[in-house]
């Protein structure tokens, strides 16, 4: 495993006694997530962002003690096909991207529909959440997200009892996202759903930044989903529109390939994806595979969630 050079984080005693109140909590705060299908297998050998410095984060490891991924590593290697499914061209094609001013449009089986502006999502208290991110391609990452639990903001919009689906939608912009053009067989926009009690576990977020920073377009800004238990194209990027619904939501990928992604898509290494293993995983920045952990290590908060459920089935 290749360890981070000490250089290029902020000193873990910068933020050791909030680290500390956190491992107590069960939760270590920052985050994780992206799209699917099976991509090249480069990865980008930088180590810092543009300006030479690693931007901060509150703390340099996850709970398992496994370093943060690098910013230029976390930005520039990107699944988001609207823009492209080249993952090292995202960046490219997503520079400048307007993201704001942004509104999400929160609504469906609710008491009390709202649309939230960027600057009503900052009235939250933003919290650093450092997650896994498991794609479902067979690749992970470590990041520091900065975010909210989702959970604060449905708690606003109050749910009706029939409401048993949360469904999210991406942002719609053929004429900026070129890849939307240039794959026109996806049902565009990108659709993404959870249980309404996945959303509201603790550790699901929307994710406003990374590193300390303000989201980038390749990564999902201005506002992005981020579930860690779940595979990364679970965490639909540059949300626009949230809905309540009775009926389970059908996402992007399971409308292109139900065989191949199901609704729940927890990382779960004992199912393989019909065209490769799940067992393993390769951790972005280090030579080798490492084992995949069971709902990618987050066992132990989410497993009562699928009490009784047939996990090999229910994909």
């Not at 999400?104 to 649309?115: D, Y």
């Not at 919290?127 to 498991?134: G, N, S, T």
Request: net charge negative; glycine share 6%.
């Amino acid at each position: 495993m290749r360890d981070i050079p000490s250089s290029e984080i902020t000193p873990e005693a910068v933020y050791l006694s909030r680290r500390a109140f956190l491992k107590s909590m069960g939760i270590l705060t920052a985050g994780a997530g992206v799209l699917a299908a099976c991509g090249p297998a480069l990865v980008p050998t930088s180590t810092s962002d543009p300006s030479g410095e690693q931007p901060s984060a509150g703390a340099t490891t996850d709970e398992l003690g496994d370093p943060l991924n690098t910013y230029d590593e976390i930005t520039h290697y990107n699944n988001y096909y609207e823009f492209s499914t080249d993952k090292q061209r995202v960046a490219e094609l997503a520079e400048g991207y307007p993201t704001s001013p942004w509104e999400i449009q929160v609504g469906g089986l609710v008491h009390n529909p709202k649309t939230y502006s960027l600057d009503d999502l900052r009235k939250f208290e933003i919290e650093e959440r450092i997650y896994r991110l498991r794609c479902v391609e067979a690749w992970s990452m470590v990041i520091p997200w900065l975010g909210f639990p989702l959970h604060k903001l449905l708690a606003e919009v109050e749910p009706k009892a029939e409401a048993k689906y949360v469904r999210f939608e991406s942002v719609y912009d053929p004429e900026r996202m070129p890849g939307i053009r240039q794959n026109p067989w996806y049902s565009w926009p990108y659709v993404e759903g959870l249980r309404l009690d996945e959303a509201m576990h603790e550790l699901t977020i929307l994710a406003t930044g990374l590193y300390g920073k303000d989201l980038l377009p390749q990564n999902g800004a201005p506002v992005r989903l981020v579930v860690p238990w779940k595979y990364g194209f679970k965490s639909i990027k540059s949300i626009v529109k949230i809905d309540l619904v009775a009926e389970m939501p059908t996402s992007l990928w399971m409308a292109a390939a139900p065989n191949e992604y199901g609704f729940y898509a927890n990382v779960n290494p004992e199912v393989d994806h019909p065209r490769w293993s799940q067992a393993t995983e390769r951790r972005i920045g280090e030579l080798g595979r490492r084992p995949t952990l069971m709902f990618n290590g987050y066992e132990a908060e989410v497993a009562h969630l699928y009490a009784g459920m047939d996990l090999r089935v229910n994909f």
